[in-house]
Structure formats: structure tokens, C-alpha cells
């Protein structure tokens, strides 16, 4: 359980803007689920999708999403994670392979969706703070999942396997080279090549949670390298993508 507590180079919640928010969003709340929910809405609904507002922001790093308030899925994930686990809340990252457009034409090609696993009640529940729009209604459930897609294996589409306690290598790398949207639909990966570091099924040893104060006065260990994925060069995915970004459909499956 410890790695989905680790302070992390893309889940850098020693950062003053990540604890100036927590304290603001959270103030004397103790409960873990009343934490999960507030932090769940707040990145969900206040800090918007990269590719709903055509931003060329491009951010990455969990203090960054928050000082820029923008960022993609995988983006937005490092950020509920990182308010997430200055708690003390385990947190971890799913991931599905999904067509990058709305309807059943697969010429745009997929893409490596992003959404939250949180340790809570002695279980993981699965949360996407991906950013609702129409047609898209993902919300806080203690049950059934209720994520911004559903995945349709007729077209290719699934869910990948397990939960991951450190943000996924090449996307990062991918997000912190492109300097443009269009760049990020040029390259971004649709698979993952990694494995889990838990089984949401299994049984945990909760005797390692930690402290859930935020004013822990040791400060955690952080990982200061960028890379990830420490694996040889992963797999760039040469996706055909001509997006207009004012003229062709909206692109938003990401």
C-alpha cells in the first residue's frame, strides 16, 4: 500500500500550491470518503479538460494542472492523486484503451484513457475525474463504477487490468515534449506495457497506511527523475490524426 502513498515527480504534493488547495478544499474535514468526494468534484468539474477548451497549455505534472488549471486525463489524474495522498488516501491509476473519436469511425485511431483507483473502506473504488460535458456524466460512486466512457470491445476498446501506483511512463514523456494540443493527438500512446502493482480484488495489509494528517512533519521521499517508466523506449504510436481544431469534430476521447 505504501506505493500508492509516495510522493512522486508528477504527484508532487509537497508543492505550496497543492497544500495551499488541499487546506482550502478540505478545511476540518476528517473523513476519507467526504475527502475523496471533495477532491474527486473539485479536479473533475473546476479544472477543464485540455481538449474541451482547445487549450495549448500542456501539463503534466500535478502542481502544473493546478497552476494552469488545465490538463488531459492523465494529467488531471496526477492531481487527484497527489490532494489525494497528502492525506493520506491511497490512490492509484487505471487506465482503458479507447477510440479517440465520439462516434464508431476508427480512421482517428486510440488512445490511453486515464481515470483514479482510491482506497477506501478497506476497498478500491474507481473514479474518472476526466471532466463532464454532454454525453459524458462521470461521477463519485462507493459502487459501480460510473466512469466518462463506456468501453465497447467492438471496436476495439478495453480496459486494462490492475492498478497502478505511478502515472504512466510514456504519456508523461509525450506531455512534457508536445508544445501543442495537436502534438498530443499526434502522439499519444494506447497501450500499456507495464504491470500492475495491485489487484483491486486482493486483500490489503491497511497496518501500512500512514498518518492521514497533513501536517505530517516529516517530509516524504521524492522521486525527482521525470522518467517513469524506466523500461526501454516504449512504443510510439504512429497515429494518422488530422484534427482541425475549429472545423473538423471535436476530439475528446483521451
Known amino acids: 500500500m505504501e506505493l500508492f502513498l509516495q510522493e512522486h515527480y508528477y504527484i508532487d504534493f509537497s508543492s505550496p500550491l497543492i497544500r495551499n488547495k488541499a487546506a482550502e478544499l478540505f478545511g476540518p474535514l476528517e473523513d476519507s470518503v467526504e475527502i475523496a468526494m471533495v477532491a474527486y468534484e473539485f479536479v473533475r468539474d473546476e479544472i477543464p479538460h485540455t481538449f474541451d477548451i482547445r ?45 479517440l473519436s465520439d462516434d464508431d469511425d476508427d480512421s482517428l485511431g486510440y488512445a490511453l484513457h486515464c481515470y483514479n483507483a482510491i482506497y477506501l473502506g478497506g476497498r478500491w473504488i474507481k473514479v474518472d475525474a476526466r471532466g463532464n460535458k454532454p454525453g459524458v456524466d462521470a461521477r463519485f460512486s462507493l459502487g459501480e463504477p460510473v466512469l466518462a466512457y463506456p468501453c465497447r470491445p467492438e471496436y476495439g476498446e478495453y480496459l486494462c487490468p490492475g492498478i497502478y501506483a505511478s502515472p504512466h511512463g510514456a504519456t508523461m514523456r509525450m506531455l512534457d515534449r508536445a508544445t501543442r494540443l495537436q502534438e498530443v493527438l499526434d502522439e499519444i500512446p494506447d497501450t500499456i506495457d507495464e504491470s500492475p502493482d495491485a489487484d483491486e480484488s486482493q ?44 472545423e473538423e469534430m471535436e476530439v475528446d476521447r483521451s
Open 203 to 246: 486483500d490489503v495489509d491497511e497496518s501500512q497506511d500512514v498518518d492521514e494528517s497533513p501536517d505530517a512533519d516529516e517530509s516524504p521521499d521524492v522521486d525527482e527523475s521525470p522518467d517513469v517508466d524506466e523500461s526501454p523506449d516504449a512504443v510510439e504510436v504512429d497515429m494518422e490524426v488530422d484534427v482541425k481544431m475549429e
Open 55 to 99: 487549450s495549448d497549455i500542456i501539463t503534466s505534472k500535478a502542481s502544473d494542472v493546478l497552476k494552469h488549471k488545465t490538463g488531459i486525463c492523465h494529467a488531471k489524474a496526477n492531481l487527484l492523486a497527489a490532494l489525494l495522498r497528502l492525506r493520506g488516501i491511497p490512490t492509484g491509476f487505471c487506465y482503458a484503451r479507447l477510440m
